[in-house]
């Protein structure tokens, strides 16, 4: 499949294709009206075809400008379909391995470019990580972005943003699929903790300790980590238990940063009242537009426009006299409960998974052109279909309506001012997935220092369905976290205070900012990753 070949500027492209919302209203042989829209035939031809995660992932990025023909491994991707927990074995056959692709300046404007699609193995049992890379041939790699995708999502999911980063010169761009999701290894998820507190410890370090040991092994002192979504839920918590690696911290519409005093609670809000519901019942072309083509920008109690003012009013909304929410249904409870995800609906489901993931991708990608919308269904249900694993992770995390059982507004200060572990402690994850995971309070008992602030940086949609109050509250309290540290600093802490934090509002854009608005989002990343290396090299003198 040939992918794109202009540029990113709006002016370079000619007429654009039929959108998928319209598509969906033309072709009624294959799409059906409904909250499912995929017709039942359709539905069946892609459940007997079976495409494989690692096919379509190559079709996903082969979309990618001036690549055409990614480098694809197969060493994982292809499981049997089954609604249990998976044990399958990595092939590490190196005819399944893949070729790097470089594409020369004559065919690439912003090149020569490297891509490598490569399996990272880690210790333990079944346990590595798919990675997708770029960097530029013939320059230095003088700074890491890393990229983390959201719940149950992949790296591919990137795709718009690839060829847009790596124009950066002296950077090297990581994407990868977190332990368990993606077309990384899925091996059982088991939490051995047995109160809360260790439970949710358990279930982060499951994510950030394979995070913590593909660094170690790709020999990365210090990088830019983005994580969107549930991806930025994982930032957090790594910056926390391994400080020192990070240059900058970029969060696209985090999920668990505002508290919500009844997510501990038996009172819950009802799915409708949730903000995680409109992922799944949004279009994306309405987010992003109203249907008289002015931008959206009323109505939507997630707005920025109402932000500021939510964020300030939050503290009344956790007060003790705060009124009762009625309970969910119980038998959503009970689903969250058992850690039932909605991908095990969708295995289960057999012929009809096609057809009951269309009714989210369907939403999500209508604001997109017809062949991307239907390489991204079939990328997304061929993720969605294999075995379950890291997706069990998400009951322990966030309680029913996705509000975090442990708020990252009441960590998220701590970022940036954690002790630096000695150099021996910093050689090795603080624990392993297969161990009880200890307090990570407890692991830097000998420390040298302490880290100086780094530059936190949080991008939410402008008709974005996550709390972007939640954002403006972390910012400022991150603000007065720096405040507070500068009173009792010391003047080489002063001189070396490298805090900020800031929220920045992609127009257009709703919860997947890095896709509905790729190119300003392209643009304010360019930004950030420039300012980071005029950084970098301020602090060691080379400017």
């Known amino acids: 499949m040939s992918a794109p070949t202009s540029s990113e500027s709006p002016s370079d492209r000619g007429q654009q294709p039929m959108l998928a919302s319209q598509r969906a209203k033309a072709n009624n042989e294959s799409m059906k009206k409904g909250y499912f829209p995929l017709g039942y035939k359709a539905g069946f031809s892609q459940w007997w075809a079976n495409v494989t995660p690692a096919m379509a992932e190559h079709n996903v990025l082969s979309f990618i400008p001036y690549l055409q023909k990614p480098p694809t491994h197969t060493q994982t991707g292809s499981a049997p379909v089954s609604a249990h927990q998976s044990t399958t074995s990595i092939n590490t056959d190196p005819a399944r391995e893949s070729t790097p692709i470089r594409t020369s300046s004559i065919t690439d404007p912003y090149g020569p470019r490297s891509w490598h699609s490569n399996l990272v193995q880690l210790s333990g049992k079944n346990r590595a990580l798919n990675e997708f890379s770029v960097e530029r041939v013939g320059e230095e790699v003088e700074e890491n972005l890393v990229m983390l995708h959201g719940y149950g999502a992949g790296l591919g999911f990137f795709y718009k943003n690839f060829e847009g980063l790596s124009r950066v010169r002296g950077w090297k761009l ?5 332990l368990g999701m993606g077309r990384s290894s899925r091996p059982p998820f088991r939490i051995h903790a047995k109160d809360q507190a260790g439970k949710i410890a358990e279930a982060e370090n499951w994510f950030i300790d394979a995070l913590e040991e593909w660094r170690i092994l790709k020999k990365i002192d210090k990088f830019t980590l983005l994580g969107h979504s549930m991806g930025g839920y994982m930032a957090v918590a790594y910056a926390l238990k391994y400080p020192g690696h990070l240059n900058k911290l970029i969060l696209a519409s985090p999920v668990g940063i505002p508290e919500d005093p009844y997510a501990m609670a038996a ?13 799944f019942s949004q279009d994306q ?11 959206k920008t009323s109505g939507d109690n997630n707005n920025f426009l109402n932000a500021r003012s939510k964020a300030e009013s939050s503290k009344a909304k956790t007060t003790p006299n705060a009124p009762p929410r009625r309970p969910i249904p119980k038998w959503l409870s009970y689903l969250w409960d058992a850690n039932i995800s909605p991908f095990s609906i969708v295995r289960w489901s057999g012929p009809l998974g096609p057809r009951f993931v269309s009714g989210w991708t369907s939403r999500r990608f209508s604001h997109l052109a ?14 969605f279909r294999q075995r379950g694993s890291g997706e069990y992770a998400l009951a322990y995390i966030l309680a029913p309506g996705a509000f975090a059982r442990s708020p990252l507004i009441r960590r998220i200060h701590g970022v940036g001012r954690q002790p ?7 050689q090795l994850p603080q624990n392993t997935s297969d161990a009880i995971p200890s307090d990570s309070s407890s692991a830097t008992s000998q420390t040298l220092a302490r880290e100086t602030g780094i530059p936190i940086v949080m991008m939410y949609g402008e008709n974005d369905w996550m709390d972007i109050a939640g954002g403006f509250a972390a910012e400022q309290m991150l603000k007065e976290e720096q405040e507070r540290v500068l009173k009792t600093a010391t003047e080489e802490e002063k001189k070396r205070e490298n805090g900020s934090a800031k929220v920045l509002i992609i127009k257009k854009a709703g919860h997947h900012v890095y896709l509905d608005g790729w190119e300003e989002f392209n643009e304010v990343m360019r930004k950030e990753m420039e300012e980071t290396a005029r950084q970098t090299k301020k602090r060691e003198g080379k400017l």
């Open 174 to 178: 990581y994407a990868l699929d977190m």
């Open 420 to 426: 630096l572990p000695s150099p021996a402690q910093s």
């Open 370 to 383: 017809e062949n991307e919308s239907e390489v991204l269904h079939t990328y997304a249900y061929s993720l």
């Open 267 to 279: 009172d819950m809000p009802e799915p409708e009242d949730s903000s995680m519901a409109n992922e």
């Open 285 to 295: 072309e309405d987010d992003i537009v109203n249907r008289n083509g002015n931008l």
